[in-house]
């Protein structure tokens, strides 16, 4: 089969297209053609070597694609994102995937290959961040720091899905995300205006997807008693808050690595994303579709950055 493959850590140019072995499924595994695969921006760090994954390696996360062979029903239409695909084992930029068969989960009809292969990690985080870590309840207020990006886009569907109100803190004023109030986080003090949109009460939840220099002017603008959820950090990692006013305001924070699901909780949370979609609560993303001989160029895409656009790989016409 075709497959994407380093050897070697660095810039998308390290990446070729090989000829390696179809894997095969041994008992209680199912073997998935793949049909479209997207590139995440963690796809292109994983090449460039900051998850130091053994060698060679193939990458990606994300999949749709349609069962094969193994120990599963034959023709079944499926979505997900591999547990440690492209990291500890060879991931979906390929022809063929191998996954346990109680990682699979069932496509949405609804959607495309295209549009069910750029679900994975965004709806994932966001899903894991706001309704398994942070218990988000009707009523409540999120405040999703990075609310423009891939991760916070999801995230406000699926608060609004839940019947809560969500202020985005980004970048940029426009509001791509449809969130219900938007705060330019380089001109605006964050905690204040938080507090003046929640009438001084502060939010009940907090979603930070970038970390730096947002982590603490997120933690401040909890409520009393409030939950701030990390997924992300920029480069500068460590990070400094008031720990008096922290634990005054009797607040809690954790963390949420996708990386570390099993294939058992993809599927679940993959199925409780399917219900979405088919009640038309969730949307799919913008997308742009890339024939798979244009891989490296994709990723070079993904890496520039700047757009919404989730980048796609097509392999309907391969194998």
């Not at 850590?9 to 199912?30: C, H, K, N, Q, S």
């Not at 930029?93 to 295209?114: G, W």
């Not at 997120?218 to 922290?246: A, C, E, M, N, P």
């Not at 990386?259 to 993303?285: D, S, Y």
Request: aromatic share 6%; charged share 20%; glycine share 10%.
């Amino acid at each position: 089969m075709k497959a994407l493959q380093f050897s070697a850590y660095g810039a998308p140019d390290v990446l070729t297209i090989e000829e390696i072995p179809i894997p095969e499924p041994r008992e209680g595994e199912v073997l998935i053609q793949i049909r479209a695969t997207a590139i995440n921006p963690s796809d292109v760090k994983n090449v460039a070597g900051d998850f130091k994954s053994p060698l060679p390696r193939v990458p990606g996360r994300d999949y749709a694609g349609v069962v094969v062979g193994g120990d599963a029903e034959k023709g079944l239409e499926v979505w997900g994102s591999g547990a440690g695909f492209g990291v500890v084992r060879d991931g979906a930029h390929a022809e063929y995937i191998v996954v346990t068969r109680d990682s699979v989960a069932q496509k949405p009809p609804q959607l495309s290959m295209k549009q069910a292969a750029a679900i994975g990690v965004a709806y994932l985080a966001a899903w894991s961040a706001l309704v398994v870590i942070g218990n988000l309840q009707a009523g409540e207020t999120v405040l999703i720091v990075g609310v423009a990006g891939a991760v916070g886009r999801a995230a406000t569907q699926i608060a609004h899905w839940k019947k809560a109100r969500v202020i985005g803190a980004d970048v940029r004023s426009d509001n791509p995300s449809k969130a219900d109030a938007v705060i330019n986080a380089t001109t605006a003090n964050l905690s204040e205006e938080v507090r003046r949109l929640t009438s001084g009460k502060g939010a009940d939840l907090v979603l930070d997807t970038v970390g730096g220099p947002m982590f603490e002017p997120s933690l401040k603008s909890l409520r009393y008693g409030g939950r701030q959820i990390s997924i992300s950090s920029t480069k500068d990692r460590t990070v400094s808050f008031d720990l008096v006013d922290f634990y005054h305001n009797s607040s809690r924070l954790a963390g949420v690595d996708t990386m570390k699901l099993t294939g058992a909780e993809i599927a679940n949370v993959m199925n409780q994303l399917q219900i979405g979609f088919q009640e038309g609560h969730l949307q799919a993303p913008e997308i742009t579709a890339w024939a798979f001989d244009r891989a490296i160029e994709a990723y070079k895409a993904v890496e520039k950055g700047g757009t919404s656009a989730k980048h796609i790989l097509i392999l309907d016409a391969v194998g």
